[in-house]
């Protein structure tokens, strides 16, 4: 089975780079499924139906959220009802939606997506990795391929939550940072792991804003309301080849294109 995870998309920008990218990255790798982070799908904070709908509708089968999951107060509700979106695993319980999700590749193998976010730096939350334990545990009832979103600020973060699940999921990447990371690997007991898979969104920017707008905040210290930057995008995925009956991976492949 070859998974891929479309890293932060960004506002328009980015939608029209899956439009414009995605259809040739799934057939030259002949990738089965499509995860996508969709947190700053929609104007750059959050994310809205439909926004969503036209993810779906362009290959997308799940999309992760994050800490700008609640952005937009359409969404609410929605994000409840979607099954195909999920949010972090952490949040309190009674929060609309789920963390988790299982989902089937059109040749009927099974894969279980998971999101957890960080502590550091982040929203206060239950603890991501005893989360992690506890819903990886459930997952594996139902199937042993795992996909890992772990939605946190810091390396050493998610570093830890790599080697922590090590040998008991398919994949842990992150997302967050808008960067990509060039440290993906094989953990010592099989799991593919990449620190941040990176943006998908405006090129020309400071992580998917306008430079000028993020730059003056520096030099101010004055609150503003960013806004997403025009122009060329960045394509930014993991891949993940794995045996769907194992769920074991054997591969993870950085994917960058630049239009």
């Known amino acids: 089975m070859k998974v891929l995870f479309v890293g932060d998309i960004v506002g328009e920008p980015g939608r029209r780079a899956i439009m ?75 929060v609309p939606g789920r963390g988790s999700v299982v989902v089937k590749t059109p040749g009927g193998e099974s894969l279980g997506i998971l999101q957890v976010m960080g502590r550091v730096f982040m929203p206060a939350l239950d603890c991501p990795f005893r989360v992690a334990e506890r819903e990886v545990t459930a997952l594996r009832m139902s199937t042993a391929a795992i996909v890992v979103d772990m ?20 994949a842990v990447v992150g997302t967050h940072t808008h960067v990509q990371t060039a440290d993906e690997e094989i953990l010592l007991n099989g799991t593919a792991y990449l620190t941040d898979i990176g943006m998908t969104g405006p090129r020309h920017s400071v992580i998917g804003m306008k430079k000028d707008m ?17 122009g060329p995008a960045v394509f930014s995925a993991a891949l993940i080849e794995l045996d769907g009956s194992t769920g074991k991976a054997s591969s993870i492949q950085r994917v960058r294109i630049v239009e």
Do not use: C
């Open 151 to 170: 939605h946190a600020e810091t390396t050493s973060e998610k570093v830890a939550m790599g080697h922590f699940l090590d040998g008991r999921v398919t």
């Open 20 to 94: 414009k990218t995605l259809p040739t990255v799934v057939a030259r790798h002949s990738v089965d499924l499509v995860i996508g982070n969709g947190e700053n799908a929609a104007g750059g904070f959050g994310i809205t139906p439909d926004v969503a709908g036209e993810l779906f509708d362009l290959g997308l089968s799940v999309i992760s959220l994050g800490n700008h999951a609640w952005d937009k107060k359409e969404a609410i509700d929605y994000i409840h009802k979607e099954t195909r979106i999920i949010r972090p695993a952490n949040y309190p319980d009674g």
């Open 214 to 230: 993020v730059i003056q905040k520096f030099l101010t210290q004055m609150p503003r309301r960013l806004e997403v930057a025009k």
